[in-house]
């Protein structure tokens, strides 16, 4: 594998390209780094100040440089310089959130299962949201409790609904209700998903996001970014259930008129966990790669104030995972 010339900040890809995005995250995603030491970690964040400081060791390659960036940008959430929980980071969405999506999956749910796995996949989402926002401004926890109970508010009362109409439906067959019942899921998880960014990010609407130039030097604060942020992450979580949701329910009914898993119901369960996991590993980087973390934006789009104290025509913000 060769690596180009480190750039710190930057990306051994390239973000102006899908392809390249999605190599990106999933790096990103790599589930390799929830394993990574304190010992480790220090020590890639020290490789990293070495060379911003203009005093790296002879003899440190570009691999190293990347894999140290990849190790910090990993843990360290880039604006509060805190280390994330390892549920929350985007590398541990897959192997924390799997279970989740098979217990969303599950046949003939009963209410109370329902209203579990839909209240479990927001409280995990709106952690994961909250982990990964853009934080250069303070985010009240007051804002963050409301988003939470409006994401699963939003969540729960429809996937309930939608239940009971297919359970009410008459004109349905039984074994068409059954399938159609798989499906309830998608969308009540895609509206709540972006219910709960819009809610869990709403004061980066009224207090903007900050702005920079291609030196990283804070230009100032915009609303207009911050607006344009949250539509991108709002329609990135709109469309990471799709595959998740809609390929296992394919899958598992073509199985199940096969005679392997009628001949091994046992099997039924952990197959249906494996077909799930492996939709969200596809699912998750093509989701997040379909816009880059650091947006780029017009100087022309943003505030007077702003667009007075630049020359450059492109700034950047960071969009928040």
């Not at 990849?70 to 192997?95: C, N, W």
């Not at 949201?129 to 988003?147: C, D, E, M, V």
């Not at 798989?182 to 709960?196: D, E, G, K, L, W």
Request: charged share 15%; with cysteine; hydrophobic share 45%.
């Amino acid at each position: 594998m060769s690596y180009p010339p480190f750039q710190l900040n930057g990306s051994r890809f390239d973000q102006s390209s899908f392809y390249g995005r999605f190599r990106h995250f999933m790096d990103v995603i790599d589930p390799s780094t929830l394993l990574t030491s304190s010992k480790k970690l220090d020590s890639a964040v020290q490789l990293l100040n070495d060379y911003k400081n203009g005093s790296l060791p002879s003899g440190v390659t570009d691999e190293q440089l990347w894999k140290a960036q990849k190790i910090k940008q990993a843990i360290i959430h880039p604006d509060t310089g805190e280390k994330i929980l390892i549920p929350f980071r985007m590398s541990g969405y897959v192997p924390f959130g799997s279970p989740v999506v098979v217990g969303l999956l599950l046949p003939n749910p009963s209410m109370a299962s329902i209203i579990f796995w839909q209240w479990l996949n927001q409280s995990h989402n709106a952690c994961v949201n909250y982990s990964n926002r853009n934080a250069t401004k303070p985010t009240p926890l007051k804002r963050f409790l409301i988003g939470y109970v409006g994401a699963v508010g939003t969540a729960v009362s429809i996937a309930v609904g939608l239940n009971v109409l297919v359970k009410r439906a008459s004109a349905f067959r039984h074994t068409t209700r059954m399938l159609i019942q798989r499906f309830v899921p998608f969308p009540a998880v895609a509206i709540a998903s972006s219910c709960n960014v819009l809610l869990m990010r709403n004061s980066e609407l009224s207090e903007g996001i900050e702005v920079l130039d291609k030196s990283n030097n804070i230009i100032g604060t915009s609303k207009v970014a911050a607006k344009k942020a949250l539509t991108e992450t709002a329609i990135t979580r709109m469309f990471l259930p799709a595959p998740i949701l809609l390929i296992p329910p394919v899958v598992m009914s073509f199985l199940e008129k096969r005679k392997f898993l009628k001949k091994y119901p046992r099997l039924h369960l952990p197959v249906n966990a494996l077909v799930c996991s492996l939709a969200f590993a596809f699912a998750l980087p093509v989701a997040i790669a379909m816009f880059p973390q650091y947006s780029e934006i017009q100087r022309s789009q943003l505030e007077p104030e702003i667009q007075a104290a630049t020359t450059d025509e492109v700034l950047i913000y960071n969009k928040g995972l």
